[in-house]
């Protein structure tokens, strides 16, 4: 999991200099958070983010690069991977939405998406989320530009769904002068999921309370059984049904 919280190197992909490229938010947003690891945005046209040049050639990349963050369109996120791949890459948050969140959309955009990635033995986050926010590292995924005000260092770990989620709860602790440790937006979850972070969080040195707002669960009787052994308190919010607290 390290990779995913604290990593040394990150590549962005899908960055560009133009005012409404989101991909530029994801490395303001790890640069105002004060992540001191090394940072490479890809992008297809040349030109500077953040004082940093646009890597245009993705062979340009140095190996083994710890997390990569993807924000290109759907039917570019397979081949992405497997630039990923080609370099070592085995940790992704892929932002890029267009999923199976649009019913009315064909899905083999989708299963390209976990073939490559299971080609190459990649583990991600997503797709169609904002990723990981680690106040610890300074790890700031989000695609939109975030208030870093909004989340000062304290004992919450929060995992949902909504990135929109995620930002109303930042802003809503903090207004109670609450700070986190993580934040969590698994997104459609086609890889990891809230039960792989939950066990993560659980051992988690830096997590003292572990909240979760989620419109689906996939496991439900696994995650109640985990939240029931977890030596912290944890609180679940289901849109759909009532809250649990469970210590």
């Known amino acids: 999991m390290r990779p995913f919280f604290s990593p040394s190197s990150i590549v962005v992909f899908g960055v560009g200099s133009q005012p409404r490229n989101l991909a530029k938010n994801i490395v303001s947003n790890c640069l ?147 700070g986190f440790a993580k934040v969590i937006s698994v997104g459609n979850k086609l890889d990891m999921d809230e039960i792989d972070f939950m066990e993560y969080l659980q051992g988690d040195r830096d997590t003292e309370q572990i909240h979760l707002y989620l419109e689906s669960i996939d496991d439900g009787r696994k995650l109640m059984r985990m939240a029931k052994r977890s030596t912290k308190p944890v609180v679940l919010l289901n849109p759909s049904s009532p809250i649990f607290f469970v210590k």
């Open 32 to 178: 105002s958070m004060g992540f001191e690891g090394k940072i490479f945005p890809v992008g297809k046209s040349p030109g500077t983010v953040c004082g940093m040049d646009i890597l245009t050639d993705p062979k340009a990349l140095p190996e083994n690069i710890d997390l990569a963050v993807i924000l290109v369109p759907a039917e570019r996120v397979a081949e992405t991977l497997n630039i990923c791949g080609s370099k070592g890459i085995r940790h992704a948050i892929i932002s890029t939405g267009g999923y199976r969140e649009f019913k009315e959309r064909n899905n083999s955009a989708e299963n390209d998406l976990l073939k490559t990635a299971r080609q190459h033995k990649i583990r991600f986050v997503g797709p169609n989320c904002i990723g990981i926010i680690n106040t610890g590292s300074g790890l700031c995924t989000p695609f939109n530009p975030i208030n870093t005000k909004n989340f000062k260092k304290g004992p919450v770990s929060l995992i949902v769904q909504s990135g929109g989620v995620a930002n109303q709860a930042a802003h809503y602790f903090s207004e109670e002068h609450i």
